[in-house]
């Protein structure tokens, strides 16, 4: 639902509604009701921006998931480096040296 309504909202006839709503409001209610269509906005701006938020969330979550994926099924590949996204700083490095390692023996190993 999250995801639905922020596509919706993002839409060039969404927007142009929510511009005519505001045009309207202002036509009509005059200086006293600016301070309620502020607040109206506000906390449809603060929504909107949870619901993309998330729908972004998933989608990385996915995407990470499917690296993780390759990852398994690719021979070779260094599996402590799935879900590498949940790692500190220091187990990063320690990855990225015995990365590095790893192709610096890959690489003898050719040239031999």
Known sequence: MASRTANLSGSPLAILLVAVFCAVWFLRA???????????????SITLTQMVLNGQRRSEQALHLKMDELVYAIRGARNEIAGIETKTEEELEALRRTGDAAEEELRERGAE
């Open 30 to 44: 005059g200086q006293a009701g600016e301070n309620t269509l502020t607040l109206i906005l506000s906390v449809a």
